[in-house]
């Protein structure tokens, strides 16, 4: 689902749309509740009402994992990154471990 197929649909489902924004948390940027938001959107018809905490909660998994770097099992960010696969997010930061930054180190 592109921007303008999240655009689509919300224009299509005012009342689904109305009802996701009101999870948006008041700490979320634009930047980072748009693409949580279609992430939402994607994957909305495949979990039931009661499940719906459920699909927030691996919302949450994504975006903290894509903007802030969280790490979870390799399993639970497989499921998440299939489920976001396509969503396009601007600007995302880039996240190295200490492995990494101290290799880099002793390369000079």
Not at 20 to 31: D, L, N
Not at 44 to 54: A, E
Not at 85 to 94: C, M, S
Request: proline share 3%; aromatic share 10%; glycine share 4%.
């Amino acid at each position: 689902m592109s921007t303008l197929d999240v655009d689509d649909f919300i224009q299509q489902n005012r009342a689904l749309a109305d009802k996701v924004e009101t999870h948006r948390g008041y700490w979320e940027s634009e930047k980072h509740w748009e693409p949580r938001r279609e992430f939402i959107l994607r994957n909305i018809n495949d979990f039931q009402l009661p499940q719906l905490d459920q699909l927030l909660a691996l919302s949450m998994v994504w975006a903290n994992n894509v903007f802030l770097g969280c790490r979870y099992s390799a399993e639970l960010l497989e499921k998440v990154r299939e489920m976001a696969e396509g969503i396009e997010v601007v600007d995302a930061p880039v996240f190295k471990t200490r492995d990494e930054i101290m290799k880099k180190q002793q390369g000079r």
